[in-house]
């Protein structure tokens, strides 16, 4: 049974959900995206996206009208397999298409782009075997990434940076996906021990050094799993 967060880009709300693999992801269009599809390869029993995410899914695949395999989706950032400040760790990102042919591929990519639903479909070039798409939320810190996070900020992104924190040991005492007083702090020491502007904002330079440490480290005794 996972436990899945949808963040609602709309209200700012965080919902829980609690599904079996084989069921339906939350906001998904009929039977068109599972929970082990979604999770991809991760073996988080945590996993979360937007409910924005969702429907750019519903808007493509209904409009493609058949199945679409996923290969992946979401993985917590400690767990690694992506670059850094990947999307996929925000839980808005899907690679689909591997099992079906070049000219199917190119049908959902056409689909995706034309739709404009998405913030970025990768171009075909870059990802010959496979489609890229994502659902970004928020204006990024760094010229790409994540969005600059403070005091009140909520939603995917927090998660990411909570779970990273957490990973390299400084503990936000939750996995909530809103930035309180105990991110900030969480997010201080950080700074304080990196060399970093100690302002409790994760922006452009927080955000790299971060990443860049904890991508791929492994679950690590420090991690929570609410």
Same mark, same amino acid.
């Given at each position: 049974m996972a436990k899945i967060i949808?963040?609602? /880009? $709309?209200? =700012?709300? *965080?919902?829980?959900f609690y599904r079996g693999e084989d069921d339906p992801m939350p906001y998904s269009y009929g039977d068109t995206m599972r929970v082990k599809e979604f999770r991809g390869s991760s073996r988080s029993n945590v996993l979360w996206t937007t409910n924005a995410a969702m429907e750019s899914w519903n808007a493509t695949r209904r409009t493609y009208g058949s199945p679409i395999p996923f290969r992946f989706a979401f993985k917590r950032i400690w767990e690694g397999g992506h670059g850094k400040q990947s999307q996929h760790y925000a839980g808005v990102s899907f690679d689909v298409g591997q099992a079906l042919s070049q000219a =199917?591929?190119?049908?959902? !990519?056409?689909?995706?782009?034309? *739709?404009?639903?998405? #913030?970025? /479909?990768?171009?075909? #070039?870059?990802?010959?075997? !496979?489609?890229?798409?994502? %659902?970004?939320? @928020?204006?990024?810190?760094? #010229?790409? @990434?994540?969005?600059l996070l403070s005091i009140g900020s909520r939603g995917v992104y927090v998660l990411v940076l909570q779970d990273a924190l957490n990973a390299l040991g400084y503990n936000t005492k939750? &996995?909530? @996906?809103? $930035? +309180?007083?105990?991110? %900030?702090?969480? &997010? *201080?020491?950080? =700074?304080?021990?990196? +060399? *970093?502007r100690v302002d409790g904002i994760c922006g452009c330079t927080s955000w790299t050094k971060i990443v860049n440490e904890v991508v791929g480290i492994g679950k690590t005794p420090t991690v929570i799993d609410p």
């Open positions: 949808v963040f609602d /880009v $709309f209200t =700012q709300a *965080l919902e829980k =199917q591929r190119n049908r959902i !990519w056409n689909i995706a782009n034309d *739709l404009n639903v998405w #913030s970025y /479909v990768e171009p075909i #070039s870059m990802t010959p075997t !496979w489609v890229h798409m994502d %659902k970004r939320y @928020g204006p990024p810190a760094c #010229s790409a @990434g994540y969005p939750t &996995l909530d @996906g809103a $930035f +309180g007083t105990n991110t %900030k702090n969480a &997010l *201080l020491g950080y =700074q304080r021990n990196n +060399g *970093l």
